[in-house]
């Protein structure tokens, strides 16, 4: 299993662009989420989803969108780059029921906005 | 979701056993207490989780007390590779299944 990808890795944007990051995982996970990381903070949550054609927000997600098509696929646009949504984007995802809830995480994408 | 508590770092010596503290003093009954770590800017990875008892598994112990105030993730044998930033999450299963993340503790073990 590949896990969670994201691509792609780093990524450069003009202010007013916009862009999808990708997220895809190989690991049947019903739910995947979305999460930020800014210089020195922890991780916060951008937008989830628990299955596919369901999703809600989580706490930071002005100016962003997500869509859940497939279970595997948990695509994330920026609508308009603000210098603001400079940061490190995690994707993950986890498996509804069961004992444990741990999420698996992607490798990240750094975006920088200019 | 309970709010969690950790001091903002601490250091190890290496071989020995690290002891990271987390207060949840408002934790409730269904709220589980979640570790992960993040190793310098890779994505964070699970490391254990407990209600009540406490829990082992090949990466670390959970102590947690008995009136679920407090709890401890120990590391038995440190290594260079377990410096990260640990973070502690209170979780509740079933709910929106969502992690909320603190700034965490950062662990630096030295030789």
């Known amino acids: 299993n590949a896990g969670v990808t994201q691509t792609p890795k780093f990524q450069v944007l003009k202010t007013g662009q916009s862009m999808t990051l990708q997220c895809a995982q190989d690991?049947?996970?019903?739910?995947m989420s979305w999460y930020r990381q800014d210089p020195g903070m922890g991780l916060r949550l951008i937008h989830y989803?628990?299955?596919?054609?369901?999703?809600d927000q989580g706490e930071v997600p002005n100016g962003y969108n997500v869509s859940r098509s497939t279970t595997e696929d948990f695509p994330l646009r920026l609508l308009s780059a603000a210098p603001s949504q400079t940061s490190v984007y995690f994707c993950a995802s986890n498996k509804a029921g069961g004992r444990a809830r741990e999420q698996y995480f992607g490798p990240g994408t750094r975006l920088t906005v200019t | 979701d309970a709010k969690t508590t950790q001091p903002p770092s601490m250091d190890c010596a290496e071989g020995r056993a690290a002891n990271l503290p987390c207060n949840h003093s408002t934790i409730s009954g269904n709220e589980y207490v979640y570790w992960y770590r993040q190793i310098h800017s890779q994505g964070p990875q699970y490391i254990i989780h407990?209600?009540?008892n406490n829990e082992t598994n090949e990466m670390a112990s959970l102590i947690i007390t008995e009136d679920r105030k407090s709890s401890t993730l120990i590391l038995p044998h440190a290594t260079l590779r377990d410096t990260a930033v640990y973070y502690c999450i209170a979780f509740i299963q079933g709910g929106s299944e969502k992690l909320v993340f603190g700034k965490g503790t950062k662990l630096t073990v030295n030789p």
């Open positions: 407990g209600l009540k």
């Open positions: 989803s628990v299955g596919a054609g369901i999703t």
């Open positions: 690991m049947n996970h019903e739910y």
